[in-house]
Structures are given as C-alpha cells and as structure tokens.
C-alpha cells in the first residue's frame, strides 16, 4: 500500500472524512557542508522522498496530530504553554507559533502525516516535515508568506522549539526545490541560482550509502563547531566566516586555538569548493566535481572532524572502486556518503561496498538511489 493511502485510511479511522494533502521533499547537499551559518555558499537539491500529510481545518483551537510511522498520536493548543512533550510534535507546534509570531492567524486542524527521508541518514527529514505543515497552513488560512519566510519559518522552529541552533539550508532546499535542478544559495545574502543537473546524461549515477549507523554524542558537536567558527570571525573582525581567505586566517593563527583554526580552514575551503562545483558543471566537467567532494570529505574527516571511521570505511572503498566523487553528507557522525558514480563501475562499486562494510561492521550499508525532484507543494 502506498504512503497517501495509507495515511488516507488513517485519517478516515481517527477523523473520518478526508482533507487536504501536501508534501515537501528530503534533500542532498552536493557540496557546500556546514557553510550555511558562516554566511558561505551550499548546493542542494530536494529528492524523490520526503513528507506527505493529509490536513483538514477542525473548527477549534486544538492540532490532533497522528505520526504514522511512529503510531503516535498528540493533541496541543496553539498558545506558547501548550508546548507538546513529544518531540515530532514540536515541529508541528513550532511552525504554528512562528506564523503567529510573524501575525498569521492560524486555528486548530487534524493531520496524518508520513514521510520516506530515512532517518538519520543526513537526508533533513525535520526541515521536509518543517516545509510540509509551513507551506500547507499558508496555503489553507489564505496567509500570503512569501517562500523565503516559510523557509525561515522552518529555521526558526528548529532554534526556538527543538533545540538546534541550525542554518537556512535544509528548509530553503524543501520550500525551493526544482526537478531536475540543483541550487546554489548564498547564505548572506539569500540569493539563489538554480543549476540544471542531470548526470544521466554524462553517464553519472547519484547514489547514497546509508552507513545506518548513528553516534550519539555527548554535548552539542554542531553547536559547538559553530561556535568555533563564530570566535574566528570574531578575530577578523567579520560577522561570519564567508569571504575570508587562508592568507587572512594564517596572520591571526597565534590568536585561535589550534582546534578553532582548524575548524576556520574547512569552511574557507569548502567555499572555494562550491564555486568550482558550479563553475565545473556549467561546463559539464564531473571529473572536477568528484574531486572536491572527496576534499569535502577528507576536510570535513580531519579539519572539522565530523565524520566518523564508518564514513571513513565508505569514502576509501569509493576512492578504491574508481568512484569520480564522494562524500559524507549532512552533519555528520553517521549516516550517508553521497557518491557521482561512472554507470558502467555502478554495480561492482555496490557489490564491494556492501561487502567489505559488511565485513567490517557486520551489516550492510543501504543502497539509496536519488532523483533531483520538486520541493513543498499541494497535492
């Protein structure tokens, strides 16, 4: 059974009668990690998995909301005390008190919703559920938010209600998303390009290795490496790390700490590296664009050092098997390698991945195709 109709039956059982039904998508980052709240350059695309709900207005003040892959069901008000315990719950809330904060009047609604963005798998499975109720309380009270706001609204719901202090990227990649096209967003100034990207056609496959593994971590490693990087702006007397050169970062390495300069040098690489990702597409170069996703890897491995042995494993067999480019996507500490693949080295690269991983940590990555597809719409 499929995902609209299962959540459909759902819906008919708790609420009876139907709604209305949006969705927004998951997404990959090409190039362009943990540059967004340094006011730098990112690449993303929405994907071919991602969030459905089925929404109907209730007549009250009340949100009775269903997760159906976690058979779990929440009722909230919509004032800031009613705040719910469950967390996938606070998503939801969130988007309904950030309207309100930016004076849209919304009221209560009963919803179903699923989603196929693995979890965990640096997919932004939170920013597509985000989207998904943003774009579909705009659209059913008639609020007129214009895309970049729905987008932040997201953002905001991610900092004040569920505790991650993260940049526009996931959320601008499920409101905007465009089949067939990646964008290049520049985080300072908000404006976006898009980029036609269909490595068919040059003989490329996108596909993603699942690690399935997740490292829980004590503290807060992404808060903490932002803040890294906002002492370094602070030394260079800059609001955010975005423009700065290696030359600039060199004269003040006496001032920083070895771990802060570190952290400094990835992300003014990973700059440079977005532009020659866009620079080398245009001109239809993948070759260009596997080398730097494999230096995104390896910075993001030693200098910010947010991967982990397991992602580790993947990009050396990738670079092994011949593979033109790959990476760890997403945050880090677990999850995927995204990886542009030659098709004729497509199936012997799977096959040895699966088992030298397998081999080394006792179950197999999973294997996720991706399709560049449409962002936040009503279906």
Known sequence: MDMKTRIQEKFKTLFGGEGDYFASAGRINLIGEHTDYNGGFVFPGAIDKGMIAEIRLNGTEKVRAFALDLDEYCEFGLKEEDKPAQSWARYIFGVCREIEKRGGKI???????????????????????????????????????DKFELARIGQSTEHNYCGVNCGIMDQFASVFGKKGNLMRLDCRSMEFEYFPFDPTSHGYKLVLLNSCVKHELVGSPYNDRRASCERVAKVLGQEFLRGATMEQLDAVKDRISEEDYKRARYVIGEEKRVLDVCDALAKGDYETVGKRMYETHWGMSRDYEVSCVELDTLAEIAEKCGVTGCRIMGGGFGGCTINLVKEELYDSFIGTAKAEFAAKYGHEPKVIDVVISDGARKL
């Open 107 to 145: 009221a209560g609604f009963d919803t179903v919703f699923a989603g196929d963005v693995p979890l965990g798998a640096g997919m932004s499975s939170s920013a597509a559920l985000e989207s998904t109720f943003a774009y579909a309380l705009n659209h059913l009270f008639n609020l007129g938010i």
